[in-house]
């Protein structure tokens, strides 16, 4: 395998050899402290509400994949799921808060559905029926999922003036679906309370002082329901785009320990019709600007609900379904794989993908079941990046983006390195800061010990290393056939596809000498794992 990824390697580096730049720098990672914490399943994905005839842009990219109809048959999607040993699966989106539980007593009608012109975005109230409710448990019980639940938030309110929905929130509906859940044995993680309703919402918003009074009455309910149970579920909110005055008052208004995960969503990209869409997703400065809001949430948990965890609940990148042949290709993983960087170091405990199948950003294609590149990407990181977030510099270009977790699963320290540069071939050596600290104490000494010292300022090497060759692995993901836009992920220069039995691939590393510099070619992405880097904050 190590000499094919060598010719491999000399092949790809052709075209970087005589038209290409190639820029020599170094990554520093540092290893004596922790930045942040993810949750253990820190990868998230949604199942969504939307029905077949939601369309964007004169497309309808949805097909079949509603929480009402998808297939849960299909052997592709539970060994799609069960490949991560242990998926989090959010259900939830835009319509959640029109979905009725036909459970108790619902006193109004239960329909699937259906388009309505002066509806909430387009459509009716729908119908979830406790057979299919028992069909989905079943299903994720067989895939070892742990579900989020987003519960309906609108039921009981009326429409104020435009957007705004005022009045209590009945909690009768919710509450029968609920406790028909813990009669039934189901494992709930959490219970997410209403989608987009915060700030100004998206297509519906409620006040945050009513929110955060409804959300009272909620945590009473679950905790009477899960009363002597040795899990209780997580409670959730609010589900919507960040507003910090709103968002502060929600957690003022509901007070110390009712809300457990200040969950936001995030679309960074803008709408799916854009046609700058690639463009945005490989310019550095337009994925720094989503620290802002990582940033934000984060202080403001700090200062007014320390007791919160914050989420990603839900991020498609380009909202409106995505964005055809850009959300379901190659190029998007730029964007989603920075995004899990990025995140996990501004401490988000979990980052739901919209979605996991349906709309022109499902981790599944909506048709074929069929695994789309970000699956893959996010299945990388799920398998390799530890929950320990720690610091990690470069200052060889902007283009290319750099993040480091503790190994999952063993000892050692992964690296993520992105390469957003169409031209640049870079050339690293991966550092440990403790041993070029070392190296730079250690002064007026003999010339063994300047060779010890020296040894020492290579990641690789740590203070109780052996002097014997160490071998690290690699992962270069690359397009097929170099075009951005591909639907294949190429896996060190091998084509990811289904098996025969429609098996999930291996993802095998190659092993590279690790005295060797690490090579990013243009516009491709790699996971470094090194078995033996030093880092006391990995225990």
């Known amino acids: 395998m190590e000499l094919c990824f060598g010719?491999?390697?000399?092949?790809?580096?052709?075209?970087?050899?005589?038209?290409?730049?190639?820029?020599?720098?170094?990554?520093?990672?540092?290893?004596?402290?922790?930045?942040?914490?993810?949750?253990?399943?820190?990868?998230?994905?949604?199942?969504?509400?939307?029905?077949?005839?939601?369309?964007?842009?004169?497309q309808c990219p949805w097909h079949y994949t509603s929480v009402m109809n998808l297939n849960l048959s299909h052997p592709f999607l539970a060994k799609a799921i069960q490949a991560f040993n242990r998926l989090r699966i959010r259900v939830g989106g835009s319509l959640q808060d029109q979905v009725l539980y036909d459970v108790g007593n619902l006193k109004s009608p239960c329909h699937p559905f259906q388009k309505m012109k002066d509806g909430l975005f387009g459509f009716s109230k729908g119908c979830l029926h406790m057979e299919r409710w028992d069909e989905l448990n079943r299903f994720f019980k067989e895939t070892g999922a742990m579900v989020t639940f987003g519960l309906n938030a609108l039921h009981g309110r009326h429409k104020i003036k435009r957007s705004l929905w005022g009045?209590?929130?009945?909690?009768?509906?919710?509450?029968?679906?609920?406790?028909?859940?813990?009669?039934?044995?189901?494992?709930?993680?959490?219970?997410?309370?209403?989608?987009?309703?915060?700030?100004?919402?998206?297509?519906?918003?409620?006040?945050?002082?009513?929110?955060?009074?409804?959300?009272v009455n909620l945590r009473r309910i679950i905790n009477e329901l899960y009363k002597g149970s040795q899990s209780k579920p997580s409670l959730v909110a609010p589900g919507g785009f960040y507003d910090e005055e709103w968002f502060v008052k929600l957690?003022?208004?509901?007070?110390?320990?009712?809300?457990?995960?200040?969950?936001?969503?995030?679309?960074?990209?803008?709408?799916?019709?854009?046609p700058k869409l690639v463009s945005k997703i490989l310019n550095p400065d337009h994925l720094n600007k989503a620290a802002y809001t990582f940033g934000n949430l984060t202080h403001i948990i700090r200062r007014h609900g320390p007791w919160t965890s914050a989420w990603v609940g839900e991020s498609g990148g380009a909202y409106n379904s995505g964005g055809a042949h850009v959300s379901n290709t190659f190029v998007n993983s730029f964007w989603y794989l920075d995004q899990l960087g990025m995140a996990s170091k501004y401490h988000t405990k979990v980052y739901c993908r919209q979605t996991l199948i349906g709309g022109n950003y499902g981790l599944l294609n909506a048709t074929t079941f069929v695994p789309n590149p970000d699956y893959y990407s996010g299945l990388l990181w799920h398998r390799l990046m530890g929950k320990v977030v720690l610091n990690v510099e470069s200052h060889a270009s902007p283009f290319l983006r750099s993040y480091a977790h503790c190994s999952k699963g063993r000892t050692g320290v992964?690296?993520?390195?992105?390469?957003?540069?169409?031209?640049?071939?870079?050339?690293?050596?991966?550092?440990?800061?403790?041993?070029?600290?070392?190296?730079?104490?250690?002064?007026?000494?003999?010339?063994?010990?300047?060779?010890?010292?020296?040894?020492?300022?290579?990641?690789?090497?740590?203070?109780?290393?052996?002097?014997?060759?160490?071998?690290?692995?690699?992962?270069?993901?690359?397009?097929?056939d170099g075009y951005?836009?591909?639907?294949?992920?190429?896996?060190?220069?091998?084509?990811?596809?289904?098996?025969?039995?429609?098996?999930?691939?291996?993802?095998?590393?190659?092993?590279?000498n690790v005295k060797s510099p690490i090579t990013i070619s243009p516009l491709s992405i790699a996971f470094i794992v090194f078995p033996n880097f030093e880092a006391p904050a990995c225990g």
């Not at 052709?14 to 290893?31: C, E, L, M, N």
């Open 251 to 274: 957690l003022q208004t509901s007070g110390f320990g009712v809300i457990d995960v200040m969950s936001h969503h995030m679309y960074n990209l803008g709408a799916g019709v854009d």
């Open 167 to 215: 009045g209590d929130w009945d909690s009768s509906n919710a509450q029968d679906f609920m406790k028909y859940t813990v009669s039934k044995g189901y494992q709930i993680d959490s219970w997410e309370f209403g989608n987009e309703l915060s700030g100004n919402g998206i297509g519906a918003h409620v006040h945050a002082d009513q929110y955060g009074k409804d959300l």
């Open 7 to 58: 010719w491999f390697l000399l092949v790809a580096s052709i075209p970087a050899i005589f038209a290409q730049d190639i820029s020599h720098g170094s990554i520093v990672v540092d290893g004596t402290m922790t930045v942040a914490q993810t949750d253990d399943n820190f990868v998230c994905a949604t199942i969504d509400w939307w029905p077949h005839d939601k369309c964007n842009y004169d």
């Open 484 to 512: 951005l836009r591909s639907q294949t992920m190429v896996l060190n220069g091998i084509p990811l596809e289904l098996t025969s039995t429609g098996d999930i691939p291996s993802l095998n590393p190659v092993r590279v």
């Open 414 to 480: 992964t690296l993520l390195v992105i390469n957003l540069s169409n031209q640049t071939n870079f050339i690293m050596n991966a550092q440990n800061s403790i041993n070029l600290k070392l190296a730079a104490n250690e002064q007026n000494i003999s010339r063994d010990s300047f060779t010890h010292s020296l040894k020492k300022t290579f990641s690789w090497v740590g203070t109780k290393a052996s002097d014997h060759a160490l071998l690290r692995e690699e992962y270069h993901l690359t397009p097929k």
